[in-house]
């Protein structure tokens, strides 16, 4: 990581990463290209009943993100524009899917901004090969038995396989 007193362009990624999907890593990757450093926040949601736990989630995104060296994963336990503020952030970096993300995430960016002022959030759009993809689909395709191999890197599919018997690549049932 580079000093911190220098002008460091500083940028944090979070979500709950239950699992990570290629989608989430296809967008740490275009960010950690915009910015200095990238801080992936893994986060506790109250709203959300993880599969994996804050540990987990944490490791096993350390694993996707092992070969970009200015990206670092931290766990976030509370509030998102208190964590950017105390990080250094200049901005928080969202991921956009579909129309249908606008709506909440337009919410989270104005309630952020109004919290910490100084960052900005910043949207990637999400490649149209992932548009599709949320962590609880893949949970729901990997607990039924489905092939999501695709759709996470293989660390986490893994993961997936010692949580429910996922079968391998090319193995669908
Ligand atoms: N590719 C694939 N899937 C993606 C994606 C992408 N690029 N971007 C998002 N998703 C998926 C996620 O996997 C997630 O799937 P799921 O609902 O099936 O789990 C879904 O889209 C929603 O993702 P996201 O909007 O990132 O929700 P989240 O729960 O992962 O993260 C936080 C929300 C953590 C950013 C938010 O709750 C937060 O900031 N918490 C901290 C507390 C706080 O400050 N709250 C006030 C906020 S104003």
């Known amino acids: ?22 989608g989430h890593v ?12 990238l801080i992936v926040a893994v986060a506790v949601n109250a709203e959300k009943k993880p599969l994996f ?18 990206v670092r994963v931290m766990p976030l336990e509370g509030l998102l524009a208190r964590f950017a503020q105390e990080v250094g952030a200049c901005a928080i970096v969202r991921g956009l ?5 606008f709506e909440y995430e337009f919410q989270m960016a104005s309630m952020n901004h109004q919290l910490a002022p100084a960052v ?12 599709f993809l949320s962590s ?10 489905g092939d999501v191999s695709q759709l996470v890197p293989p660390n986490v599919h893994r993961r997936l396989q010692q949580k429910f018997a996922v079968p391998t690549a090319g193995e669908n049932r």
Do not use: W
């Open 1 to 22: 990581m580079a000093n911190l007193g220098k002008a460091v362009r500083r940028a944090v990624y979070p979500g709950s990463f239950d699992p990570p999907t290629m």
């Open 97 to 101: 899917r579909a129309v249908s993300d």
């Open 136 to 145: 609880s689909i893949v949970k729901e395709v990997a607990r039924l038995g």
């Open 26 to 37: 296809d967008v740490i990757a275009r960010a950690a290209r915009l910015f200095d450093e």
């Open 120 to 131: 900005d959030t910043c949207f990637l759009m999400t490649h149209q090969q992932y548009a």
């Open 53 to 70: 736990s804050l540990q987990e989630r944490v490791e096993m995104m350390q694993e996707c993100c092992r070969s970009m060296p200015n």
